[in-house]
């Protein structure tokens, strides 16, 4: 009998899961059998919009709402949403769905900037990190909630001496510290010293949750029970896209709808509470200013928020839509997951600031005083004022369940635009290893968050966001419309997407032709040229970065820029001609750009092919 090694066990356990896999992931109901199709059209639909509505609809929207004119804010952010989310979003779910391939092949149409491709697939890689953490935060305030009564309800034994539930103290005589219960503010009543009162929520946040240290410089120890939770993220989205868009495009049956149950449930009992009126003042009423659409600052805010809420240039929006059949009426699409996104944002705000209203009331303050935005809104003030409802577990579990599936959706995108463009440039060695794929990049992910997680973790975090997750998408997308709509083409992009789309009139591109020649390239160049110029370092609140933290930060941006000029360099040394005819060549398609089933080719990139083919420069 032939005896078999602990290698050729392992190596037979192996090939059959393999094979299995590569058996499971063919459909036949695909029309693209060696990549994959979406299940059905709610998948993708979901799956769009579990991606384009992120944290950044729930923690940052409403603070915008309320800082730039209330209702009034409305006017430039749907504004901005049509002359420049909804035609960048249309231009990159067509590019993806076209070619079908990830936002690196995709670039094929334009080899000269295939850099880019590769530069959004990084910036991806690298907010996966601090996405993977924000989930991780949400787990761990979701396991908090279910005791009675919440942990951050009161100064506990974890507090120190400037914890107080009350909003305002003054100092005696003596400068003991005394509360007040009718002083509006937070200064010594006799002897004019500051007293610095943190909520328990805040404190809670710093001291038990982060185990935040005093500054990047402290990195201090894993915080064990966030690398746990970190870990059971990973798991989550590791079983999540085990099989790639097959299993996600299920998951997202639940977490992209669940959201929308807990926002209206919040929003629901925040309504009933004494003081929401006023915290909906704030959002959109009385607060509501139509001059402040006189400064540029706020429309400057409408299409930041516009931009990023829709996750146009990380590369997401192109793998996802690559799924689709050919034939997908990919325009409606657009507009269902944009007006979506859109619709989310300002109910969102309504849910939050009803509550925020009622915590006002409690506390007896401006409601001005409890608007914060990011972590501040969602880890602290925001848990603050759900601890001071009745069954306050309950809705403070809702709460952290909606983040944690929120996060969640985003992090598929993320995750499969990964595994995608593994998976496109190596076929013969990944197609068939899906599953391994997904869970070494789950793996990797974990481990590279794990210095986020630490004592100083959330200074790793903040410096993340606001490095690479900011301008340099800006310079990403900006890059992208040039490529497409100037040197690739746009009237040939026209073409191409009326190849999936069937014929349209010269008026029906007319608008198209607005925004990605002139309107959209030109309000992302003004951005983000003021972004640049108003750039200022980081902090955390109080705490300034050390110099060597800023370093690290333009280390990020400069990893991700690199690989526009390193490819582009690269590309041309492999060109054949002379300088011109190897630069021209590379603004031309090259020949692997076409729709990736023969079916779908047609004679119009048959006959393209071959002019390619036969005036391709001889060295």
Known sequence: MKKYGWSSFTDLILKNSAAEEQDAHVDPGDENPERGNWANKSDYILSMIGYAVGLGNIWRFPYLAYKNGGGAFLIPYFTMLVVVGIPLFFLESALGQFCSQGP?????????????????????????????????????????????PLPWSDCFSWADSSCSNISAV???ESSVLTANFTQGNNTCASSNMSVSVQSPSEQYWDRVALQRSSSLDETGPVVWHLALCLLLSSLLVAAALIRGIKSSGKVVYFTA???????????????????????????????????KLTEAEVWKDAATQTFYSLSIGWGGLVTLSSYNNFHNNVFK???????TNAGTSVLAGFAIFSILGHMAHVYNIPVENVVKQGFGLAFIAYPDALSKLPISPLWSILFFVMLLTVGLDSQFAGIEVLTTCLVDAFPKYFKSKRAI???????VLYLLGLPCVTRAGIYWVTLIDQFVATWVLLFLVLLEIIGVAFIYGGNRFIKDIEMMLGKKSFAFWLWWRACWFCISPCIILVILGWSIATFSPPTYGQVQYPGWGLALGWAMVAFVVIWIPFVAVYNLTKARGSPWERLKSLCSPSEEWHPYLDIHRGERYSEEQKKRIVHKPIN
């Open 104 to 148: 690196i092949n995709a670039w094929k149409a334009v080899p000269i900037l295939q850099g880019v491709g590769i530069a959004a697939v990084v910036v991806t890689l690298v907010v996966s990190i601090y996405y993977n953490v924000i989930i991780c935060y949400s787990l761990y305030y979701m396991f908090a909630s279910m005791q009675s």
């Open 170 to 172: 003054f100092c005696n």
């Open 257 to 291: 709808t669940f959201p929308y149950v807990v926002i209206l449930i919040l929003l629901v009992r925040g309504l009933t509470l004494e003081g929401a009126k006023d915290g909906i003042e704030f959002y959109i009423g009385s607060q509501s200013n139509l001059t």
């Open 333 to 339: 699409d657009t507009f269902a997951v944009t007006l």
């Open 437 to 443: 794929v997904t869970v070494a990049t789950c793996s």
